[in-house]
């Protein structure tokens, strides 16, 4: 599957459309008339199967699931060029998770919460990231950094999961509250995966930008030096006047040469 999966963009192309399709689903269901529950179960089973083929690309490929716009054989703009469409589908797909939230809301008349738990998800991984360089840098073990690390992302987890758990329960009931919070999970959890993907892209775009950027740098700055250099080495040109005095220009030699003639004039 991994051969399959780093030879070919059909499965990232699976599923840019199956998540079309759920966003049509819904819109249909927003916008029709008769608001049947059929579009929201098609339009939940897009979302779900599209979060399954998410992960299953994440859990073979890792860090290299964007190979397609982050190899290296590949340029600056040609990566910039194919980064656009993957940062316009993770906005595409945060659009729809919501837009199916209000569909939901809609349809059972209750209003539910997921927000909370979008950011907890969201956040996990840039604070554990963070903590785990701060804790480096004051010197904490490696052990012990995992330990906090683990913890922090844990309590980010359950938090942010339990608080939209029991608001859901209390707003729509223990059934229908507890079914949304974990779908929304899912969902959320394959979007957060996209996420941080997409800021890893950017993260080694602007890298190459800043490595760029230093050899230019370094480059004008060594051309500078060497023409300093050089001019230092260079001996300055002496212009010399009628009583053997050097001058660095012309005209200070020719104004010299005045006066001494003047003076020569005087005393004859």
């Not at 579009?39 to 599209?50: D, T």
């Not at 840039?126 to 995992?146: E, K, M, Q, W, Y």
């Not at 329960?169 to 949304?180: D, I, L, P």
Request: glycine letters at 8%; a positive charge.
């Amino acid at each position: 599957m991994k051969e399959f999966l780093t030879s070919s963009t059909l499965p990232f192309w699976l599923v840019f459309i199956i998540v079309a399709a759920a966003f049509g689903l819904t819109l249909l269901y927003m916008k029709g008339g008769s608001k049947s529950s059929k579009l929201l179960f098609a339009s939940a089973g897009c979302m779900l199967a599209a979060t399954i083929l998410e992960i299953v690309i994440y859990s073979v490929l890792g860090g290299n699931s964007l190979w397609w716009c982050t190899s290296d054989k590949y340029g600056f703009f040609s990566k910039l060029f194919k980064l656009v469409p993957f940062a316009l589908f993770v906005a595409f797909q945060v659009l729809q998770v919501f837009f199916f939230k209000g569909a939901v809301e809609e349809h059972i008349g209750k209003e539910l919460s997921m927000k909370a738990m979008f950011i907890c998800l969201v956040l996990t991984f840039p604070i554990a990231f963070v903590l785990a360089i701060v804790l480096g840098i004051v010197g904490v073990s490696d052990d012990t950094v995992s330990v906090i690390a683990s913890v922090v992302f844990a309590v980010l987890v359950v938090g942010g999961v339990g608080w939209a758990l029991m608001r859901n329960v209390r707003s729509a009931g223990w059934r229908q509250g507890a079914v949304f919070t974990a779908f929304s999970l899912v969902c959320v959890v394959a979007v957060c995966l996209a996420i941080f993907l997409l800021i890893v892209a950017l993260l080694e775009l602007f890298l190459q930008v800043l490595m760029v950027a230093a050899v230019v740098v370094g480059a004008i700055y060594a051309f500078g030096f060497m023409s300093k250099e050089a001019s230092k080495q260079q001996p300055q040109q002496m212009f010399w006047d009628k009583d053997g005095n050097g001058h660095f220009t012309a005209n200070a030699r020719n104004e010299a040469n005045r006066k001494i003639d003047e003076r020569r004039a005087e005393n004859q």
